[in-house]
DNA sequence: TGCCAGGCGGGGT
DNA sequence: ACCCCGCATGGC
C-alpha cells in the first residue's frame, strides 16, 4: 500500500470523433477532478499485463489521446486507444438521437446549446456497479461522497510520468476484498455488504444477470448497464425519475410507478432513454428532487451551477 | 434534534 | 402482486 505505479508515454494518435462532438463538454459529465483538469481527461484501464491511463485532449485535427502504460507494450496501446474511444464515445452517432429531443422541454437544450455532448461512459461494468450502489437511497452529493472515497481509500493510484499528475482509480473486486475492513471509512454505511457480496460475485464470475447478485436490484443493473456499456434501451427507474418525469412532461405532481415511467420513458426515447435517463440528471444537476421540481417550475434549471453537479464536480473535487 | 434521501431484500398480506 | 420496514450515513 501507499506505492504508486509509474507509468510512462508510450502512444500518441489523433482520433477524428463522429460529429457532432464536443470534447470539453464530454470529459467533463461525471468526472472528478481525477477524469478531467479542465483541459485533459484521464482514463486509467487495466489490462492482463498491468495498468495503463489514457490521457486526452482536443487537438486542432480531432481529440489527442496519449497512452501511458506500466511497460511500453502494444497490448497496452490497444486497450488505451480502445477505451478512449469508448469512454469519450468517439465513434457515437448522436444524430438520430438530438433529432428526437430537438423540441424536448428538459433534454432539448443539449443539441441547442450544448451541441456535441456525449455522456462520458466508465471503463467496465464493475466500475458502473460500484457507482449505481453508491446512488443508493442516497443523494447524488452523498453518492458521489462515495464513490470518491472509494477512490482516495482503497484505490489505485497512479503517477503519470512528466506531466506531474497524480490519480486515483476506483479499487477492483481484489483490492475490495483484500482490505474489506478498511471499507468501513469510505462510509458506504449499510451498502459495504453489497459491495463485498458484488466483489466476490464477479471474482468468481458467477452470475447471468447483474440481477442474480444480492444487492443489486432494477435500478443499479441498468444504471450499470448505462454507463458501462452504453446499453440504453432501459431507463433506469428510481424515486427521483418517479416525481420527476410526470412533473416535467406531464404537469402530475406525484409519484409514478416503475412501469409506468418506464413505459413513458419508452415512448419518449424509444431506445435512447438510458442515454435520457443520464442525461436528465445532467440538465437538472442533480439537483435533490423538491429542488428540482422548483428550478423546473421557475424555469431555471442550470447544467453549469456554482456548486457540485455532474458537469462541474471536477471542479469541487481534490485530490 | 429527528427526520429524510436517485434502493434493496425479506417478510408480511 | 403488492405493502412495509430496516439498513448506515450525512445534511439540514
Aim: glycine share 6%.
Amino acid at each position: 500500500m501507499g506505492r504508486y505505479r509509474r507509468l510512462v508515454k508510450i502512444h500518441e494518435d489523433t482520433i477524428l470523433p463522429k460529429e457532432p462532438y464536443d470534447f470539453k463538454l464530454t470529459a467533463m459529465c461525471y468526472a472528478s477532478c481525477w477524469d478531467f483538469d479542465g483541459k485533459q481527461a484521464y482514463i486509467p484501464f487495466y489490462t492482463s499485463s498491468g495498468m495503463g491511463c489514457t490521457v486526452a485532449s482536443r487537438g486542432e485535427e480531432g481529440v489527442v489521446v496519449s497512452v501511458y502504460a506500466e511497460k511500453a507494450d502494444d497490448e497496452f496501446i490497444e486497450s488505451g486507444l480502445s477505451v478512449a474511444k469508448h469512454v469519450l464515445g468517439l465513434d457515437e452517432d448522436l444524430r438520430e438521437y438530438y433529432k428526437i429531443i430537438e423540441d424536448d422541454p428538459l433534454l432539448g437544450i443539449i443539441p441547442r446549446k450544448y451541441r456535441g455532448l456525449h455522456m462520458r461512459a466508465v471503463t467496465s461494468l464493475w466500475e458502473g456497479v460500484l457507482i449505481g450502489i453508491c446512488q443508493q437511497n442516497a443523494s447524488f452529493r452523498q453518492g458521489w461522497t462515495m464513490v470518491l472515497n472509494l477512490r482516495r481509500i482503497l484505490g489505485e493510484v497512479l503517477q503519470l510520468e512528466k506531466l506531474n499528475v497524480i490519480l486515483n482509480t476506483l479499487p477492483t473486486p481484489e483490492r475490495i476484498l483484500r482490505q474489506a475492513k478498511k471499507l468501513k471509512e469510505t462510509k458506504v454505511g449499510y451498502r459495504r455488504d453489497t459491495i463485498v457480496n458484488v466483489a466476490k460475485s464477479f471474482l468468481k464470475a458467477e452470475f447471468e444477470k447483474l440481477e442474480d447478485i444480492k444487492g443489486i436490484g432494477q435500478y443499479t443493473a441498468r444504471l450499470a448497464r448505462v454507463l458501462a456499456l452504453r446499453k440504453y434501451d432501459e431507463f433506469p427507474v428510481d424515486r427521483w425519475f418517479s416525481r420527476l418525469i410526470p412533473y416535467a412532461y406531464e404537469s402530475v405532481d406525484r409519484e409514478w410507478s416503475r412501469q409506468k415511467v418506464e413505459r413513458y420513458a419508452e415512448k419518449l426515447w424509444g431506445k435512447w432513454r438510458g442515454l435520457s435517463a443520464v442525461l436528465i440528471t445532467v440538465v437538472t444537476a442533480a439537483e435533490p428532487i423538491q429542488e428540482a421540481l422548483q428550478s423546473i417550475r421557475e424555469g431555471t434549471i442550470d447544467l453549469m451551477p456554482n456548486k457540485p453537479a455532474p458537469m462541474t464536480l471536477w471542479k469541487y473535487t481534490k485530490p
